[in-house]
């Protein structure tokens, strides 16, 4: 199957900064990547829908400018949590959907937020 | 503040025993169904797939069950392994607009008891 990855994959970082998370397709092109979210012992909980050259498309309730997205080639995507806060601290966990529907996940981020 | 809805729902098998995973999903309209299974800090993997106009697929000693009258979907498992140990998520997709979204549900424990 395709490839995933996330870089980082473990950032613990001070109150009030920003941390960057990168998102690459590695042997797939993604027209479209998506990032969720995941408290312990939840579910994913889907952030935002990433277009290649295009404005991300924020689900209600996450803030655009604290999550900022950026979907730059066909095979990255960044989420950059701003002024993070240790209610911020989460697993955070991208895709990237091939030209079927069929989404490949990465291995996720773990943020901790002091 | 307490916290809610932090237990996972577990289903705990003996090795050897079969599986059934349960799932409710929640919009008449989705068309396409996913079962991830997540092992802890990892991303999901895709397990199987199934579209809305089957209502049965077999794969590799998985097999997925979809009732559309009831929204049901069912993950069935053989011979359960201790490597099957994880938390599987069913997963929905439904239009979004300009992009699918996929939409996942609460996640069952899977605990394999040797």
């Known amino acids: 199957g395709a490839v995933v990855s996330q870089h980082p994959s473990w950032v613990i970082c001070k109150s009030g900064t920003s941390v960057k998370i990168e998102c690459r397709s590695l042997?797939?092109?993604?027209?479209?990547m998506f990032w969720y979210r995941q408290f312990p012992k939840q579910s994913l909980m889907l952030m935002a829908t990433?277009?290649?050259?295009?404005?991300?498309?924020?689900e209600q309730g996450v803030e655009k400018d604290k999550f900022l997205i950026n979907h730059a080639s066909l095979t990255l995507s960044t989420l950059t949590v701003t002024s993070a806060h240790p209610e911020d601290s989460s697993f955070y966990i991208c895709?990237?959907?091939?030209?079927?529907?069929?989404?490949?996940f990465g291995p996720g981020t773990r943020l901790t937020v002091l | 503040g307490e916290s809610v809805g932090l237990h996972l729902p577990t289903l705990s098998v003996q090795e050897g025993d079969n599986s059934i995973i349960n799932c409710a999903y929640s919009?008449?309209?989705?068309?396409?169904f996913i079962w991830y299974k997540q092992e802890s800090g990892k991303g999901p993997q895709f397990i199987i797939d199934?579209?809305?106009?089957?209502d049965k697929r077999q794969g590799q000693r998985v097999t997925v069950l979809l009732n559309k009258t009831v929204k049901h979907l069912s993950l069935q498992i053989a011979a359960t392994q201790p490597g099957d140990s994880a938390v599987y998520f069913c997963?929905?997709?439904?239009?979004?607009?300009?992009?699918?979204?996929?939409?996942f549900g609460t996640g069952t424990l899977l605990a394999v008891q040797p």
């Open positions: 042997d797939f092109q993604a027209t479209t």
């Open positions: 199934i579209r809305s106009n089957m």
């Open positions: 997963a929905e997709m439904f239009d979004g607009g300009a992009t699918n979204k996929l939409i």
């Open positions: 990433s277009n290649e050259g295009s404005k991300a498309t924020y």
């Open positions: 919009n008449s309209a989705s068309d396409y």
């Open positions: 895709s990237g959907k091939t030209r079927s529907d069929t989404q490949y």
